[in-house]
């Protein structure tokens, strides 16, 4: 029997949205934050962060390394909705996490389709992440995101599947197929394209510095307006200080 006391409205009901650029909205929201601050912390127009809140722009890994280092946060609680495993204070080791074949947090862009691997555990030393590449041409790739991508620290990647060709800002370009793998300091500007029909991809690990290497780097990713950059820090520079430098 149908109870029509349920139907006295025929709006759809809204639709929960877990993207990662929601997330980042209601992470944001709950510690009070509006645009414009977010913005004067990172260096990000408030436009480019209304746009990836909103799923406008593409959210790679050095977005969203920069937008949890101005929230404060790890960056694993901008891509898992669920809850996480902090680092219990004086234990050292013990810690692990178990992800099963097809599990993980997908983050889509044009140029890449992102896996990230081993969200529930928060103050990892790296971030793994299983990668399809899809950008066929350095344009096609430089058309979404800007240019090169660059972010503190260090990444190595190892081919499972397919062909691929990898573009650094001091090196030519160079080919590597399923078993090759490249490690490489990821401050240097970089893209991943596919080199060969069927599907390319790789498993990556990505290792921001710490707050001592990232002093001794005196590197920042600055994105503002899409464009990629490395920029001087001073020693002792603020978040903030450094955006506005």
């Known amino acids: 029997m149908i109870d029509h006391t349920t139907r006295h409205s025929t709006a759809p009901a809204p639709r929960h949205d877990d993207s990662p650029g929601a997330r980042i909205r209601a992470l944001r929201l ?105 950008a066929r041409t350095l344009d096609e790739f430089v058309a979404e995101f800007g240019g090169l991508i660059r972010h503190p620290g260090e990444e190595f990647s190892y081919v499972l599947e ?10 030519a370009p160079v080919r590597l197929r399923a078993g090759d793998s490249i490690y490489f300091d990821s401050e240097m500007g970089h893209a991943y394209l596919k080199a060969s029909a069927g599907r390319c991809r790789l498993l990556c690990s990505c290792a921001p510095r710490g707050p001592d290497d990232a002093v001794d780097a005196h590197v920042f990713v600055n994105i503002a307006g899409g464009r990629h950059s490395v920029e001087p820090l001073a020693a002792d520079a603020s978040i903030a200080t450094r955006r506005k430098a």
């Not at 891509?79 to 996490?97: A, E, N």
């Open 30 to 134: 709950a510690q009070g934050l509006t645009l414009a601050q977010v913005s004067a912390r990172i260096g990000l127009a408030v436009s480019t962060l209304s746009k990836l809140e909103k799923g406008a722009i593409s959210l790679s890994y050095d977005k969203l390394l920069l937008i949890s280092e101005g929230l404060g946060l790890d960056m694993a609680s901008l891509v898992d909705p669920k809850p996480q495993q902090p680092r219990v204070p004086g234990l050292t080791s013990g810690r692990r996490v178990l992800q099963r074949a097809g599990e993980g947090q997908v983050v889509e862009t044009g140029s890449y389709r992102q896996t990230y691997l081993a969200t529930e555990l928060l103050n990892k030393k790296m971030t793994p992440i299983f990668v399809e590449i899809r």
């Open 162 to 171: 397919g062909e691929l060709e990898f573009h650094s800002e001091l090196y």
